[in-house]
């Protein structure tokens, strides 16, 4: 794997794992009283909960699977050198695996 591509799968990798956690440690309270008279209750801080607020509030609880769907073919776009040929991504591929999963993901947010 090239260095440029193994820096980016770690990048991605990294960033939505944030994301993740920022998802998973939603409070709907930490933006009411704007601007923050505590720390948010969010594992990301402040900008955690502005993320977790606007994806909760456009994609609903599908944002998680959003993430999830993202921060697998990411990873595995990442060590596709060191699977089995078999599993190899390349980065047309996961481009479109990831738009995939957001239209799967918005199509999941219509039916709460």
Do not use: Q
């Given at each position: 794997?090239?260095?440029?591509?193994?820096?980016?799968?770690?990048?991605?990798?990294?960033?939505?794992?944030?994301?993740?956690?920022?998802?998973?440690?939603?409070?709907?309270?930490?933006?009411?009283?704007?601007?923050?008279?505590?720390?948010?209750?969010?594992?990301?801080?402040?900008?955690?909960?502005h993320?977790?607020?606007?994806?909760?509030?456009?994609?609903?609880?599908?944002?998680?699977?959003?993430?999830?769907?993202?921060?697998?073919?990411?990873?595995?776009?990442?060590?596709?050198?060191?699977?089995?040929?078999?599993?190899?991504?390349?980065?047309?591929?996961?481009?479109?695996?990831?738009?995939?999963?957001?239209?799967?993901a918005?199509?999941?947010?219509?039916?709460?």
């Amino acid at each position: 794997m090239s260095r440029k591509r193994e820096f980016l799968a770690w990048a991605l990798t990294a960033t939505l794992l944030l994301l993740l956690m920022s998802l998973l440690s939603f409070d709907p309270k930490d933006l009411r009283h704007y601007p923050f008279p505590s720390p948010p209750e969010n594992w990301c801080g402040k900008v955690g909960a502005h993320v977790s607020d606007a994806l909760f509030s456009v994609l609903g609880s599908s944002a998680l699977l959003l993430a999830g769907f993202w921060l697998f073919w990411c990873a595995r776009w990442g060590l596709s050198d060191h699977l089995d040929r078999r599993w190899e991504v390349d980065e047309n591929t996961l481009a479109i695996r990831l738009t995939g999963s957001l239209v799967l993901a918005t199509a999941f947010s219509s039916l709460e």
